[in-house]
């Protein structure tokens, strides 16, 4: 079902303040497995248990189950790079937009679990944050 085309108005609101900032560092976790942090613009983007991938217009060049080395190299062609634009389904899947490089989260689970998919700490203070189920919160 997903939430409403109003909630999708909501929280793309919320992110709007980070968008037309530019990465100050894209970064894999040293915790393993493929968690990554993104800093912006006095925001940041942290990637808890969502599936992702990042791709341009035409080549898919790394995702969440690639080799960390790999990915690593990956991420860091975000700095630097321009928050241009955020797009969000109403499945809370989001794809944000780094002029050409597109960071695409998805939720793992379809099922309420209550773990937190992604989340953004955002300039304000307040932290927006999306677990599996389509459910979001703001802290």
């Known amino acids: 079902m997903g939430i409403s085309d109003s909630e999708v108005a909501l929280i ?7 968008v037309g900032t530019s990465v100050d560092e894209a970064r894999l976790s040293d ?11 006095g925001g940041l983007i942290w990637v808890h248990m969502a599936s ?9 060049l790394t995702a969440c189950e690639d080799h960390r080395d790999y990915i690593r190299g990956m991420v860091a062609k975000l700095d630097g790079r321009r928050l241009s634009g ?8 989001v794809t944000f937009d780094f002029d ?13 679990t209550g773990v937190e998919s ?21 802290r």
Do not use: H, K, Y
């Open 12 to 18: 793309e609101s919320l992110i709007s303040p980070i």
């Open 52 to 60: 992702w991938r990042i791709e341009s217009d035409s080549e898919f």
């Open 31 to 41: 915790l393993g497995g493929s968690l990554i942090s993104v800093t912006l613009g």
């Open 86 to 93: 955020v797009s969000l389904s109403p499945f809370l899947d």
């Open 118 to 138: 992604w989340s953004i700490q955002l300039p304000s203070g307040q932290a927006l944050f999306v677990t599996s189920g389509q459910t979001w919160s703001l």
């Open 100 to 112: 050409g490089l597109r960071l695409m989260l998805f939720n793992a689970s379809s099922r309420a």
